[in-house]
């Protein structure tokens, strides 16, 4: 069987999938269910009113995660598909990378809770106040913690939320 053009990309993954199962070293099936996991990942990905196809949510980054792999499985010796599988594999690499939002807002919040928290345990220190010294470090690591899960994000959230005024198409 070939690939259909107007066929749902999901449904001719699965026909080629069935068809595999009974055929595991049939090449050609092999090549078509690469170029059939190629198709359907993307049209699972978000495109923007540019034409521009980018990966927009967790879902669609597992997708082209496994559709790479997959895909370099199934055909390592296509050069487009291997082109095209290690290209996605790459953007999906690169994607989650942790990126630091207003790092300067989050560096002088960081300083502020830090100066803030040394200066009750001191507080508490001269004191003799145990409770203030753990609350102290309790309130300033919380501070710290609330900090980084606000401000760091993987680029590819960062650029899926610059490209939101433009997407027409959200995917998956």
Request: proline share 3%; glycine share 6%.
């Amino acid at each position: 069987m070939t690939l259909h053009p107007d066929e749902d990309p999901a449904a001719a993954v699965e026909r080629l999938h069935q068809e595999l199962l009974a055929q595991p070293d049939n090449n050609d099936l092999r090549v078509q269910m690469a170029w059939a996991i190629r198709r359907m990942t993307e049209a699972s990905l978000a495109i923007t009113v540019y034409e521009v196809r980018l990966i927009a949510s967790e879902q669609q980054r597992a997708m082209c995660r496994e559709a790479a792999t997959r895909i370099l499985e199934l055909a390592p010796w296509d050069d487009e598909l291997r082109t095209f599988a290690n290209g996605l594999a790459a953007e999906v690499e690169s994607g989650g990378q942790w990126v630091w939002q207003n790092k300067p807002m989050a560096i002088a919040l960081a300083v502020c809770a830090v100066v803030v928290g040394l200066g009750l345990v001191v507080t508490g220190g001269l004191t003799g106040d145990v409770v203030i010294i753990v609350v102290a470090g309790v309130l300033s690591s919380a501070a710290l913690a609330g900090i980084v899960l606000g401000f760091r994000r993987q680029s590819w959230q960062i650029a899926a939320r610059a490209a939101a005024p433009v997407i027409q198409y959200a995917g998956i």
